[in-house]
């Protein structure tokens, strides 16, 4: 048959009935509700709308879609709609399809906000972090206390699984990193020094920049996208099994039992994988050093310990401790409020790197300014 077509007829003087003919298929496309428009609107002194099928072929979704059209079309204008006419089955999709109301927001053409309002939103919304990150820190912070006094519950064989996590197997992307940074640092450092006849301080450029500064940082953001996601991952995972759910059910507490063993290991882990990344970062400038610029090794070596102090040296390691909390701090905290389905586990994964990595930095920022007051 050809494709659907609609024909207005009047039944009586108070009745138009709505002719359908041909195939109604989604392959066909939907007739435009424009005639049953400009027909009611020639028409005066209707009050009720009925369909006619008798020369409807085969139909599908489509039949429903113009149905509820004008089941709309008449609930606007104040019209009887008598679906009676209809098949049997497109009568029962309709009542499927009515019986669960549509969303308020379910339209993807929604009202833009006033900019007042989006502000607000948002306002609220940094509320809503911020208190919720004091108040699982102030629960962290309880959990510890337990901890010191050794009533805090949790297996010695999951923390030494996260210290191998987060301390052997983090080595060799920490390798690469570090060799390709430090290396990196002697090629811009060369460049420059060798204008002046002073390539030997690459040395001392290479070996403060990995010590007081990029060892630490670039540990950290490594750990944060590596371990920090890891933890956000796992415990979200966790909760979606409803796992800790079951956790609290038997009166053991998710932060001793699940948290505490990560940010240990993390914390514990952070300031030796920032020696490690120092030492492998001062190779990495050698090797431009030693290879590209003909600096001999041992005076690379002399002039390395004598630019590098114990201060830079400690300071590096306190900011890498500082780190190891923050990113610990920030996976744990996006996986223990993840939602419980399996999208929900891949936001709080991403939520807990860039957390992480802006805490990282900010914290960097204000090392920065406290070491420069200290004279550091």
């Known amino acids: 048959m050809a494709a659907g077509e609609i024909a207005l007829v009047d039944s009586d003087s108070a009745t138009v009935a709505i002719r359908l003919s041909g195939d109604w298929q989604v392959r066909d496309g939907m007739p435009a509700l424009a005639v049953l428009e400009d027909g009611m609107s020639s028409r005066s002194g209707v009050s009720k709308v009925e369909f006619d099928v008798t020369e409807l072929g085969e139909w599908d979704s489509v039949l429903v879609t ?135 301080y690459v040395a001392d450029l290479v070996g403060i920049a990995m010590t007081r500064e990029m060892g630490a940082m670039m540990t950290a953001i490594v750990m944060a996208g590596r371990t920090g996601a890891a933890f956000a991952a796992q415990l979200g995972s966790m909760k979606v099994n409803q796992e800790i759910d079951a956790l609290e059910t038997m009166g053991i507490s998710p932060l001793d039992y699940l948290v505490l063993p990560r940010m240990i290991a993390l914390c514990a882990m952070m300031p030796l994988l920032c020696l490690y990344a120092d030492f492998v970062g001062i190779l990495g400038g050698a090797a431009v050093g030693v290879g590209m610029l003909g600096i001999a090794p041992s005076a690379y070596a002399q002039q390395t310990i004598g630019a590098v102090t114990y201060t830079h040296l400690i300071g590096g390691i306190c900011k890498a401790s500082v780190y190891g909390v923050l990113v610990a701090l920030s996976g744990c905290m996006r996986g223990m409020q993840s939602g419980s389905s399996a999208s929900a586990v891949g936001d709080a994964t991403t939520a807990a790197v860039v957390t992480s990595i802006v805490l990282v930095v900010c914290a960097s920022g204000v090392f920065a300014v406290l070491f420069y007051a200290l004279g550091i």
């Not at 006419?85 to 969303?103: D, F, S």
């Not at 009202?111 to 309002?117: D, Y």
């Not at 306002?123 to 912070?141: C, P, R």
């Not at 999951?158 to 430090?182: C, K, R, W, Y």
């Open 66 to 200: 113009f149905a509820l059209q004008v089941s709309d079309f008449c609930a606007s204008h104040k019209l009887e709609l008598d679906r009676g006419g209809l098949p049997e089955g497109a009568q029962r999709l309709l009542g499927l399809a009515e019986t669960v109301p549509e969303k308020s927001d379910a339209r993807s053409a929604e009202q833009k906000s006033s900019f007042l309002a989006r502000v607000g939103t948002a306002a609220q919304n940094g509320w809503g972090e911020a208190t919720g990150m004091l108040a699982f820190i102030g629960e962290m912070t309880m959990a510890v206390g337990r901890l010191l006094r050794g009533r805090a519950r949790f297996r010695m064989v999951d923390l030494g699984l996260m210290l191998q996590h987060s301390g052997a197997d983090a080595l060799p992307i920490i390798t690469l990193i570090s060799l390709l940074v430090g290396s990196i640092f002697a090629f811009v450092g060369a460049v420059q020094l060798e204008q002046f006849g002073a390539a030997i």
